[in-house]
C-alpha cells in the first residue's frame, strides 16, 4: 500500500511538472508588467534620433539594426518623380507562382481606378540558387518586371527580414506614393474600397495632410499629422506553450502583452508612416514575427495603429452585398476563388 501511494505521487508530481513545462507557467508567472515598465532594445527614446535621419543628419546614435543583405533585382515601375496613389507591396514565397499570376490577373493590375496611380511589386526571398524554382523565378521576373528579390533564406520566422527589406527598397526607391499597402498573397484586396477609405474618409488622412506633414519634424502623432498605421489591430499577449510554433521565451521577450499591433495579412501606411518604420526599425532590435515588431517599432515612435473593421482577420464569408465595403480578406490561397469573387464583384 505504502509503494503504491509513494507511486500516485511520483505520478502526480511528474504531471505536475509536465504541465509546468508544457504549459510554460513559468513564463507566465515570471513574465515583467507591460503596463509598468515596457522597454525594448534600443532603451532609449528613438524619437529624436529618428528625426535627426529624416532631417539629413548624422544620427547621434548609431543604428543597431542593419539587415545585411542585398536586392538581387530591381523594377522600374517607381520613379522619385512620380506621384503615385498608392504602392502594393505583396509578400509572397518563391514557389507561389499561381497566386501571383492570380493577383496580376485581378487587384494587381495597375490601370483599373480611374485617376489614380497604382503600383504593384512582389517581393522574395532565396532558397536554392540553382533549383529549378529559382529558374522559374528568374523567368517569371524576365516577363513581369514585378518582383523584387532579397538574397535572405525565404522562411516562415524569417518574414521580418522580408517586410523590413521591403520598407528599405520603398524608403530608397520608390518614397513617392500617398500611401503603401503591404499584404500576403493569399488576400482578397478591393483596391477601390481601400482608396475610398484613405481619401475620402474624413477619419483618415488625404492626400493634401500627408503632403503637409512631409516637413512636420514631429514623429508623435496620428491621422492628422499624415501618420496612419491601420488594419485588423490585435491587442493580446505571447504564447509561451512550449509546443506552439508561436511561442516566444522570457529572453526573447519578457513582457506579459505585445504592444497593439496590425496583423501581417494585410495593412496600410501612408508615406511619412512608412519613412519613420524604415528609419525607426534602424534602432529597434529585430523580433521574429514581423507584426509584433511593426507593433513594437510604432511603440516606441509613438503610432498608434488605427483599428479598421473592413480589413478581415479572419477569412469572411464571400456574398456580393456582404463585400461591398470589404477592404481585405484572409483566406484566398486558391488563386482560383480570388479570380471568381474579384470578376464577380467588378463585373460592372
Same mark, same amino acid.
Request: hydrophobic share 40%; glycine share 4%.
Given at each position: ?18 504541465? @509546468? ?12 508588467? @507591460? ?16 528625426? !535627426?535621419?529624416?532631417? #539629413? ?24 518623380? %512620380? ?24 487587384? #494587381?493590375? !495597375? ?60 524608403? %530608397? ?6 500611401? @503603401? ?39 508623435? #502623432?496620428? %491621422? ?13 499577449s505571447p504564447q509561451r506553450f512550449s509546443w506552439s510554433k508561436w511561442r516566444v521565451s522570457l529572453d526573447e521577450y519578457p513582457w506579459n502583452k505585445w504592444p497593439p499591433y496590425v496583423t501581417a495579412g ?22 521574429r514575427f514581423d507584426d509584433i515588431y511593426l507593433g513594437i517599432v510604432a511603440k516606441k515612435l509613438g503610432v498608434k495603429p488605427t483599428h479598421c473593421s473592413r480589413f478581415h482577420f479572419y477569412k469572411k464569408s464571400y456574398s456580393e452585398s456582404g463585400y461591398q465595403d470589404v477592404i481585405a480578406s484572409h483566406g484566398y490561397s486558391d488563386p482560383d476563388e480570388l479570380y471568381r469573387v474579384w470578376n464577380e464583384?467588378?463585373?460592372?
Open positions: 500500500m505504502r509503494r503504491r501511494r509513494v507511486y500516485q505521487y511520483f505520478v502526480c508530481a511528474s504531471v505536475l511538472v509536465y504541465i @509546468y513545462y508544457f504549459f510554460g507557467v513559468c513564463d507566465y508567472i515570471f513574465s515583467k508588467s @507591460y503596463d509598468d515598465n515596457f522597454d525594448y532594445p534600443l532603451s532609449i527614446d528613438i524619437r529624436p534620433v529618428v528625426n !535627426e535621419v529624416l532631417s #539629413g543628419k548624422k544620427p547621434s546614435v548609431a543604428p543597431i539594426n542593419l539587415y545585411p543583405y542585398r536586392f538581387l533585382s530591381n523594377s522600374g515601375k517607381c520613379s522619385t518623380l %512620380e506621384k503615385l496613389d498608392l504602392f502594393i507591396v505583396v509578400k509572397s514565397a518563391m514557389d507561389n507562382f499561381a497566386k501571383r499570376n492570380g493577383i496580376r490577373q485581378t487587384y #494587381g493590375q !495597375e490601370n483599373i481606378i480611374p485617376g489614380r496611380i497604382v503600383r504593384v511589386l512582389f517581393f522574395l526571398g532565396i532558397g536554392d540558387s540553382k533549383s529549378i524554382t529559382q529558374m522559374r523565378v528568374d523567368r517569371e521576373m524576365a516577363d513581369h518586371k514585378d518582383i523584387i528579390q532579397i538574397d535572405f533564406h525565404d522562411s516562415y520566422y524569417n518574414n521580418t527580414i522580408k517586410t523590413m527589406m521591403s520598407f528599405r527598397w520603398l524608403y %530608397e526607391h520608390c518614397s513617392t506614393a500617398d500611401f @503603401y499597402l503591404f499584404t500576403d498573397d493569399d488576400m482578397f484586396v478591393s483596391v477601390k474600397n481601400l482608396l475610398d477609405y484613405l481619401y475620402d474618409n474624413p477619419s483618415t488622412s488625404s492626400a493634401n495632410e500627408i503632403e503637409s506633414a512631409k516637413n512636420n519634424k514631429m514623429v508623435v #502623432g496620428n %491621422e492628422r499629422d499624415g501618420i496612419l498605421f491601420a488594419g485588423y489591430v490585435f491587442n493580446s494585410a495593412y496600410v501606411v501612408s508615406n511619412r508612416c512608412m519613412k519613420l518604420f524604415h528609419v525607426g526599425s534602424l534602432f529597434v532590435k529585430n523580433f464583384l467588378n463585373k460592372s
